[in-house]
């Protein structure tokens, strides 16, 4: 079954030390690091997918893709908005953006799938 739907949901996170790229390894500058805005962004899509779940189901990422725009300081916040834009069965696609101060930082494709959790936890 194919859906598209207005579900979405924006998270927020105020750059700290921790988030930049010379804290995280993946650079040596203190700006946002591309692995802390793409755990927004998937951070924006998981909260988006909660009210397709049934209880003790849950969502896992598959895939990201992520373009990182433009740099974000220490102190900035940044907001990241997911919006769902297919559901195919327990496949769950959307599109994020990310933005500093209504300039958009950041833009991304994601796809979760919806799991049941206790049964995902028993492969491990």
Not at 13 to 29: I, N, P, R
Not at 30 to 36: F, I, K, Q
Not at 72 to 90: E, H, K
Not at 93 to 113: L, N, P
Request: hydrophobic share 45%; charged share 20%.
């Amino acid at each position: 079954m194919n859906t598209t739907a207005a579900i979405s949901h924006s998270s927020t996170l105020v750059v700290a030390a921790g988030h930049t790229a010379k804290a995280m390894g993946s650079g040596d500058l203190e700006v946002l690091a591309t692995p802390a805005l793409a755990a927004l962004m998937e951070n924006a899509a998981m909260l988006a997918a909660r009210p397709l779940l049934d209880d003790g189901q849950t969502t896992v990422g598959s895939s990201i893709h992520v373009d990182h725009l433009r740099p974000s300081p220490v102190g900035a916040t940044v907001g990241a908005t997911a919006t769902l834009q297919q559901r195919d069965g327990r496949r769950l696609s959307f599109v994020i953006t990310a933005t500093q101060s209504d300039v958009e930082v950041g833009k991304a494709t994601h796809v979760r799938y919806i799991v049941d959790r206790q049964r995902f936890l028993e492969k491990m």
